[in-house]
């Protein structure tokens, strides 16, 4: 009997153990639908493709979405492949989301959205990052070698140099300081064209380069291509001959030869319709005017409203404004027409296809057509997020859906907008998050609470910095990138500590 009980007890400890264990990681959130991770990390990133870095020990690893460890912390540091392209050389800001870098004892390496390591951190640095061929150069032990980041082919460091390989109108009296051959292609009309290989680090415009990269291993020179094969032997003593040799002659007809089946340019009709036009606001002794643009191919033509006005806000940016008159509010459009009389004593912007208003102190909704089709009866309200509107009636908050019924009674001290299928709330008693049927999924007391809640969004925007840079020091700007409605941070404010709330598994 004795063993019996030694037993129980020490299987209860076990059990016990591996519950405490469990719980300092994750657990769920009330609901099979949303898993709560208890604040732990010192700072938590969010990318765009659906993956959670995480800081945890002074080392990063990476959470799914749902909060499962795809990697232990283990790196020094994280960071995204992302090109900051100035707009003069034709290519927008690049950011490739299923690939990034990872730093462990001052050697980098990438892992991909497979989660294999690209290699194990062993580069030294990186040299350039190439938008327009989608190639990453990387050094180690003084030897050049690339990361194909659209196939993620990764050419281990071996070449002694590289170039990349564009072509030029040949100038007869230029002075080309690299290695440059001039090529005339009869079928051409015999024009000149001069192939140049280009410093690594050099601009150029995107339609010049050609798809291979000059190198040199043991002083001999030849060509591979974006993928690491071999394109021209590394048989030449001289990157001049490689350049002569005719697999590039070859490669520049071909080059040629797809830009002439392309598209042609718009027609001067088409041209024509091409159009834009936006609605702003400028202010003159205290008094708001409205300034309308119009952006055409024969330029820009700005006019300004000669009503004034006490005040204006955007409705939905560029396109309408809510404008102030005799301190009622009405909506402008885009060509200076009223399409709400001023009338309202306030208007919030668009939302989902709802205007919020006040009336006679009584808040309602109109539709994007700007009819009336939830009549003012609230104290206050709020913008609809997710199909939910929040709605103060009696001094409580609750929410109304998009036919304007009250699905969530009345209260609530708090209510914020719903994100991720939840929404921040707090009572007398608690602060916490709720589901779209009311339920809370997770709550504190709301006595002395520790805790605070944060839509990964808002936390993009209000509690990570600006940029987050990668080795070559271009940006990634979180405002131009889209990202997956995770879920919700959760603050230990004494603890400095955060947490998380993310969908889980269930239906």
Not at 65 to 76: A, E, M, R
């Amino acid at each position: 009997m004795k063993r019996i009980k030694r037993l129980v007890c020490f299987l209860l400890a076990v059990v016990w153990v591996i519950g405490t264990l469990t719980l300092a990681y994750s657990q769920q959130a009330s609901s099979q639908k949303f898993v709560y991770i208890k604040p732990q990390f010192e700072n938590v990133l969010f990318w765009p493709n659906g993956w959670i870095s995480y800081l945890q020990g002074g080392k990063w690893g990476i959470l799914s979405s749902s909060g499962n460890v795809l990697l232990k912390p283990q790196f020094d540091r994280i960071e995204p492949i992302v090109y900051d392209g100035p707009s003069i050389m034709g290519i927008k800001d690049k950011f490739y989301k299923d690939i990034f870098i990872v730093w462990q004892n001052g050697k980098a390496g990438f892992v991909d959205s497979n989660l294999k390591i690209l290699p194990k951190p062993e580069l030294d640095s990186f040299e350039v990052l190439n938008p327009w061929l989608n190639l990453y150069v990387c050094k180690k032990d003084d030897k050049y070698g690339f990361l194909n980041l659209d196939k993620k082919a990764y050419i281990t460091p071996q070449f002694d140099k590289m170039y990349f390989v564009v072509v030029l109108s040949y100038n007869p009296n230029a002075k080309y300081s690299n290695p440059h051959i001039k090529c005339t292609l009869p079928n051409e009309n015999n024009k000149e064209f001069c192939l140049y290989a280009l410093d690594l680090k050099d601009g150029i415009w995107p339609n010049s380069y050609l798809e291979y990269i000059l190198v040199s291993k043991d002083g001999k020179c030849g060509a591979v291509d974006t993928n690491g094969n071999v394109f021209v032997d590394l048989k030449y003593n001289s990157f001049k001959e490689a350049l002569s040799d005719t697999k590039f002659t070859e490669a520049l007809q071909d080059m040629l030869a797809n830009e002439s089946k392309s598209s042609p340019p718009s027609t001067k009709n088409e041209i024509e319709k091409t159009s834009s036009s936006y609605i702003l606001y400028e202010i003159v002794n205290n008094k708001y005017y409205l300034v309308f643009e119009k952006y055409t191919n024969k330029g820009l033509t700005r006019t300004k409203s000669k009503e004034a006005y006490e005040n204006v806000k955007y409705v939905e940016v560029n396109k309408l404004m809510a404008v102030c008159k005799n301190k009622k509010w009405g909506i402008v459009d885009i060509n200076g027409n009223y399409v709400v009389k001023p009338q309202f004593d306030d208007i919030k912007e668009l939302s989902e296809g709802f205007i919020a208003f006040e009336q006679n102190g009584k808040w309602g909704f109109m539709d994007k057509n700007f009819k009336i089709v939830i009549k003012p009866q609230f104290d206050k309200a709020e913008n609809f997020s997710e199909g939910y509107a929040a709605v103060k009636k009696s001094g409580l908050w609750g929410y109304i859906n998009s036919s304007g019924n009250l699905v969530i009674k009345p209260q609530f001290t708090f209510a914020g907008a719903f994100f991720a299928k939840l929404a921040t709330v707090s009572t007398k008693d608690y602060v916490g998050l709720i589901d779209t049927k009311g339920n809370f999924v997770l709550k504190f007391s709301a006595k002395n609470s520790q805790y605070m809640f944060v839509d990964t969004e808002t936390y993009r925007f209000k509690y990570a910095s600006d940029s987050i840079l990668n080795s070559s020091g271009y940006s990634s700007y979180k405002y131009s990138l889209i990202f997956p409605k995770f879920g919700y941070v959760v603050i230990d404010k004494k603890s400095k500590k955060v947490g998380l709330v993310l969908k889980g598994q269930g239906k």
